[in-house]
């Protein structure tokens, strides 16, 4: 059914570690809407231990979507320890990076960001815009200078 939706994952009793959620859009006959965002909020640590997200490219030919990984932009909003600097790759199916993005006013389509709406807040976030075809793709945040802190990562799907 569209709507807005929030899904929240926490430990038993206050326990931490490792979690996965995962949204699905069954076909049904007549229901034509499209997951416009998704994001996911975590820590970001050092070496293996960074946030990873992946979306699909659903049996289209294209899809062009807005990528972006916030960190010192959450500050505000009361998250602690945000990531000062995060660092934004993209993987594709076969583990190849095809972008990656430090500071989204240096992204070759910044213009497009803006002129979506979506441009970060603060110029050490990230953001890349990609039209990309069918298929699976990784998105991993990383701290610039292995800084560590809490970073939100959101997909955009555009029109």
Same mark, same amino acid.
């Given at each position: 059914?569209?709507?807005?939706?929030?899904?929240?994952? +926490?430990?038993?009793?206050?326990?931490?570690?490792?979690?996965?959620?995962?949204?699905? +859009?069954?076909?049904?006959?007549?229901?034509?809407?499209?997951?416009?965002?998704?994001?996911?909020?975590?820590? #970001?640590?050092?070496?293996?231990?960074?946030?990873?997200?992946?979306?699909?490219?659903?049996?289209?030919?294209?899809?062009?979507?807005? #990528?972006?990984?916030?960190?010192?932009?959450?500050?505000?909003?009361? #998250?602690?320890?945000?990531?000062?600097?995060?660092?934004?790759?993209?993987?594709?199916?076969?583990?190849?990076?095809?972008?990656?993005?430090?500071?989204?006013?240096?992204?070759?389509?910044?213009?497009? &960001?803006?002129?979506?709406?979506?441009?970060?807040?603060?110029?050490?976030?990230?953001? &890349?815009?990609? +039209?990309?075809?069918?298929?699976?793709?990784?998105?991993?945040? +990383?701290?610039?200078?292995?800084?560590?802190?809490?970073?939100?990562?959101?997909?955009?799907?555009?029109?």
């Amino acid at each position: 059914m569209p709507g807005t939706y929030t899904a929240v994952v +926490r430990g038993r009793n206050g326990s931490e570690g490792i979690s996965l959620a995962e949204i699905y +859009r069954l076909y049904s006959p007549g229901y034509t809407s499209k997951l416009a965002n998704i994001s996911g909020r975590g820590y #970001v640590g050092t070496e293996d231990n960074v946030l990873i997200s992946g979306f699909i490219i659903g049996d289209v030919g294209n899809e062009t979507v807005i #990528v972006r990984a916030l960190g010192p932009s959450l500050g505000p909003f009361g #998250v602690s320890q945000p990531l000062s600097d995060p660092i934004l790759t993209i993987y594709n199916s076969n583990g190849s990076a095809i972008a990656t993005n430090d500071n989204w006013q240096t992204d070759s389509n910044s213009v497009l &960001i803006q002129r979506n709406g979506l441009a970060p807040p603060d110029p050490l976030d990230s953001a &890349i815009v990609l +039209r990309l075809p069918a298929g699976t793709y990784t998105a991993v945040v +990383r701290g610039a200078n292995g800084a560590t802190g809490n970073a939100l990562l959101e997909v955009y799907h555009l029109d």
